[in-house]
């Protein structure tokens, strides 16, 4: 990877709701993406549960899945907070992604944020989700943490990230994600 | 209920690998079962990945788990440890749980363990699972604890629990099962 090269994001959304505030918070990203960025949104709906029975081979969306994250310079992922940790459905994914051969997250530039219409913004679930990822060999972005708590305050009715401080916070996360993604990969 | 009637307890594997130890710790529970309880086992394959968008009305798998929880008079989980945290496939499961109206883990008397190949037992994925069950109501189990480390060679190759050590720690926690839901119920 050159250093002035693009840096090819994919953003992962934990939530499967077609109005979900954490796939809107990917599309405010896609917004604020720094140009030297580009950013490819997935959700995970396709992805079947997992099984080690079922992984030889992998079915194929879990192999498209796990392509998609070994192409990616780094991975965006937006978190909600179910019941105090992440979402099964984030945690499935995390499980396919995570066996050999190749986990596709040893080693990757990975940024984690979330939104909750509660006030936490997802705190709980984002500790859950940095110790899953640091796990499967993820090198998390340690700063700046987004947590969007209210979202349904900070989102209009089109799902616009509308609230002028979380657009900043996200600004700033992705732009220390172009930097921790350089940093750790040259 | 009366103090003497027959304890329903519903087991629930957190592995869809059907050779998977903590189905056959279900199985042992179900050999060493105290004469007043009874145990049915039921795994999660059924269950689709969670999406507030069609809980309206549950799909038919999701309102039959959470009518077997409802009826039961307590719930024994055997979880695995994926990634130092539960499977994606029960915490799916305990998203469906988790929702109104009626969520059927209120008040309902809960035990956990989990056995896996290291040497952990699967220690981390509990303390997650303690902390979801006791956020969606449950009344966990505070003793004893049953972690089955180094599961291959508790099991034999028909998956009987052959560790006789491990079958009195769950024997133990199945007495206290029956006493704690006694006691939290009445």
């Keep these: 990877?050159?250093?002035?090269?693009?840096?090819?994001?994919?953003?992962?959304?934990?939530?499967?709701?077609?109005?979900?505030?954490?796939?809107?918070?990917?599309?405010?990203?896609?917004?604020?993406?720094?140009?030297?960025?580009?950013?490819?949104?997935?959700?995970?709906?396709?992805?079947?549960?997992?099984?080690?029975?079922?992984?030889?081979?992998?079915?194929?969306?879990?192999?498209?899945?796990?392509?998609?994250?070994?192409?990616?310079?780094?991975v965006l992922i937006s978190t909600p907070e179910y019941n105090t940790s992440i979402s099964g459905v984030l945690k499935n994914a995390l499980e396919w992604a995570s066996r050999a051969p190749q986990p596709p997250f040893t080693n990757k530039p990975v940024a984690i944020m979330g939104a909750s219409t509660g006030v936490f913004g997802t705190a709980r679930a984002q500790i859950v989700l940095r110790q899953v990822l640091t796990h499967i060999g993820a090198l998390?972005?340690?700063?700046?943490?987004?947590m969007?708590?209210?979202?349904q305050e900070a989102f209009d009715e089109d799902g616009k990230?509308?609230?002028?401080?979380?657009?900043?916070?996200?600004?700033?996360?992705?732009?220390?994600?172009?930097a921790w993604t350089r940093r750790v990969k040259e």
């Design 1 to 74: 990877m050159h250093t002035n090269s693009p840096l090819r994001v994919l953003g992962i959304t934990g939530s499967l709701r077609a109005a979900s505030f954490n796939t809107a918070l990917l599309s405010a990203a896609a917004e604020l993406l720094p140009p030297e960025m580009t950013l490819e949104i997935i959700d995970l709906a396709d992805l079947p549960m997992f099984n080690v029975d079922t992984e030889k081979p992998f079915p194929e969306s879990v192999a498209q899945f796990r392509e998609k994250i070994a192409i990616a310079d780094a």
């Design 161 to 178: 990230l509308v609230n002028e401080t979380t657009r900043g916070f996200l600004r700033d996360l992705l732009i220390a994600l172009a």
């Design 140 to 146: 998390v972005l340690p700063k700046p943490e987004v």
């Design 148 to 151: 969007v708590p209210k979202a």
